[in-house]
């Protein structure tokens, strides 16, 4: 069966600071790879998502994930870390790009310093 | 292009009472997602629907059922609500193969 860990349940840092989160999966095959980011009282936005190819990916607000197949990993980093950045993250993990199978990890919540 | 959208917003509810929760996708996408986000349990997959038909379904009882209408919008029906049914409720919406689109969701409150 799938499943995505997230072994960080609250990450502070301050802003400016570099970022880095976890995420690991198991599956049996090559698995499609997302990461999403929820806001306060909002839904979820996709950062990036990985499917074939460059093992970096690249997504949008300046996020990069790497996706390690012999680690099982998917960790997104950011070299500089905004304020508005404060959110809890969300990494995913499907057999397909859509609806089938498709499971979330437990999140990270992200503070950031001033 | 409009988001999905999702009223209301929030619904607040008594054990027992029936809710609808209701969700419009983005225009052009025929497949909508139902994920339910309680207080500790995380996102849970709940349900799919594409062109009409339910395709999948999450570990949830029958009392969590819903449909989708001709124009893709869809709406998510629980009966006989429980505390534990108390969670915001989130709907995407996506392309058959596209990638998953979400709403803001609809916060439930069961008193």
């Known amino acids: 069966a799938q499943s995505v860990t997230q072994p960080d349940i609250h990450i502070t840092v301050s802003e400016g600071a570099s970022l880095e989160l976890r995420c690991n999966y198991s599956y049996g095959a090559t698995p499609y790879l997302f990461w999403y980011v929820q806001s306060p009282g909002q839904g979820l936005q996709l950062l990036l998502k990985y499917f074939s190819g460059d093992t970096l990916v690249q997504g949008i607000k300046g996020f990069e994930a790497e996706f390690k197949r012999s680690q099982s990993s998917f960790n997104l980093r950011k070299p500089s870390v905004h304020w508005s950045d404060a959110a809890e993250y969300f990494c995913a993990v499907g057999a397909t790009n859509y609806g089938q199978n498709f499971v979330f990890g437990p999140g990270t919540r992200l503070s950031v310093l001033p | 292009e409009a988001g999905v959208t999702q009223s209301p917003t929030h619904l607040i509810k008594t054990r027992g009472q029936q809710a609808t929760l209701r969700c419009s996708p983005i225009s052009g996408h025929t497949s909508v997602y139902w994920y339910q986000q309680a207080l500790g349990l995380g996102l849970q997959f709940l349900l799919w629907?594409?062109?009409?038909?339910?395709?999948n379904r999450g570990n949830f009882p029958p009392r969590f059922s819903g449909r989708q209408f001709p124009n893709y919008s869809s709406e998510l029906n629980v009966n006989a609500l429980e505390l534990e049914d108390s969670a915001l409720y989130l709907c995407?919406?996506?392309?058959?193969?596209?990638?998953?689109?979400f709403g803001d969701g609809t916060r439930l409150s069961i008193l």
């Open positions: 629907y594409d062109e009409g038909e339910e395709r």
């Open positions: 995407a919406s996506s392309s058959l193969g596209g990638t998953q689109h």
